[in-house]
């Protein structure tokens, strides 16, 4: 007996969504640098632990895509649309997860005049993280709107799941317009919730995809 590629690819997004989670709740809050500094490590771990539940989602994505249609242009945009948040992401999580804290070990003994004169590299470094931030979140709400409206259009999945991600991207759209920030840790935190109920429901139905005999 073998597990339908759906099956499998369920179990890679809950495994993902079980990913960013453990992300989010080890994930420090920001500081002052001597903060940085000493959380470095953790710092480390958690965008380590993001940076390799990437690819799991984005085989669980294409399994998705494949599931309800790769014929149709608004199920292969949502995966072009995800791959293109995935490698965001990837550079969101090396920038400011990996880069920041192996920067900043050069800098542990620096006097406060020192930790100064670097801020302005430091802000020019969030900066970049911050737009790698807005790319990620802005693609995965469109690839989940896009899969959504495939579902609505195929019901080759459950027809509430497509209602309640369209649902879920007019709440994000009107998150982001309320002027709330994605790339704070409080913002990130909204929009992760948001996303993990929604490919964390997915799973569990591509999940119950009877297995191929």
């Not at 192996?102 to 993280?129: D, S």
């Not at 959504?148 to 007019?170: D, E, H, N, Q």
Request: glycine fraction near 10%; proline fraction near 3%; charged fraction near 10%.
């Amino acid at each position: 007996m073998k597990y339908s590629l759906e099956k499998q690819a369920g179990l890679a997004l809950i495994l993902f969504c079980l990913l960013l989670v453990c992300t989010i709740i080890l994930h420090p809050s920001g500081g002052s640098l001597e903060h940085l500094l000493s959380m470095s490590r953790l710092i480390v771990t958690t965008h380590t632990i993001a940076i390799f539940s990437l690819p799991i989602g984005g085989i669980g994505f294409w399994g998705l895509s494949r599931k309800i249609g790769r014929d149709h242009f608004a199920s292969m945009l949502a995966f072009s649309m995800i791959l293109l948040g995935l490698i965001a992401a990837l550079l969101a999580g090396a920038t400011n997860g990996l880069v920041l804290p192996i920067y900043l070990q050069h800098y542990k003994e620096a006097t406060p005049g020192t930790l100064a004169n670097i801020t302005p590299m430091l802000q020019y470094g969030f900066a970049v993280n911050h737009a790698f931030d807005y790319i990620y979140t802005g693609a995965f709400a469109v690839a989940i709107l896009c899969w959504s409206i495939t579902i609505l259009l195929t019901k080759k999945l459950p027809v509430w799941l497509g209602w309640f991600g369209i649902a879920l991207f007019l709440l994000m759209a009107i998150i982001f317009l309320s002027g709330t920030a994605v790339n704070t840790v409080h913002g990130l935190r909204i929009f992760v919730t948001g996303m993990v109920a929604w490919i964390l429901l997915t799973g569990s139905v591509l999940y119950q995809d009877k297995p191929k005999a």
